[in-house]
């Protein structure tokens, strides 16, 4: 059984939740919206799966990794795709490739009020919410099973997140399935709290008084690529 004793030991990526077939662990939030696994005594046998799978053990599965990494530098050759992208937009080609060899691609987009979650697409429209970093830590619950579903159906899968999150997914997919999954982490410095954004989101709101209904976390046609400042439109058309 899985036993958080130390916030640090875990990143939510729900992997132990994914693996357990008795549905005994469910990801609860803490004061900040950040996830944990909390688990139903009743319903646990025991089987120690979810420590198994779990990306912060010290058996986690690396034999797949590079002795030493191969290094890249890439932007793509369509400026538009790069001034609406966070970096060089390197996700975009990359995606554009798997979704044209009939592949699904996953990655962050938005529900309800611009909560930030993991979600699938399989054209380029539906792909093109995942453009552009959200920074704060996304809902996943349910769709590591997705996934392996998709793999276990013969598709080619690309999933993008952060480190914590593609190495969760590394490790509940297993090594039989993980030839047809690209995973694609970001340089990650940490996430702000689920919890955090919403405030935020309703501290701008009552401040302006308007609803927002547009966010952008790093405008590159409003500020260039230097700045680092967030972006709103106001149903008011205030901005």
């Not at 990794?65 to 937009?89: C, F, Q, W």
């Not at 996943?140 to 969760?168: E, H, M």
């Not at 990650?188 to 689920?194: A, K």
């Not at 609803?211 to 400042?229: P, S």
């Amino acid at each position: 059984m899985i036993k958080i004793r130390n916030k640090a030991d875990c990143c939510g990526c729900t992997a132990c939740e994914s693996v357990c077939a008795h549905d005994a662990i469910t990801m609860q939030p803490d004061d900040m919206g950040f996830l944990y696994p909390v688990v139903d005594s009743s319903k646990c046998v025991g089987c120690g799966l979810c420590e198994k799978v779990c990306a912060f053990n010290e058996h986690y599965d690396t034999s797949l990794n590079l002795p030493i990494p191969d290094a890249y530098a890439a932007r793509h050759k369509d400026m538009a795709e790069v001034e609406t992208s966070r970096s060089g937009a390197a996700f975009i080609a990359i995606s554009d490739y798997i979704l044209e060899q009939g592949g699904v691609v996953y990655g962050v987009g938005y529900t309800d009020h611009f909560r930030v979650i993991h979600k699938r697409a399989t054209t380029k429209e539906e792909r093109n919410e995942f453009k552009g970093s959200k920074y704060v830590q996304s809902d996943i619950r349910g769709i590591f099973c997705q996934v392996k579903q998709d793999l276990k159906n013969g598709l080619t899968v690309l999933f993008s997140g952060t480190p914590c999150q593609t190495a969760g997914l590394n490790s509940f997919i297993g090594r039989k399935l993980r030839e047809r999954l690209i995973l694609v982490d970001i340089v990650c410095h940490g996430v702000p709290g689920p919890y955090v954004w919403r405030d935020y989101l309703a501290y701008l709101e009552k401040k302006q008084g308007a609803e927002i209904c547009w966010v952008n976390f790093r405008d590159k046609q409003e500020f260039g690529w230097a700045a680092h400042q967030e972006t709103f439109k106001f149903v008011n058309r205030e901005k």
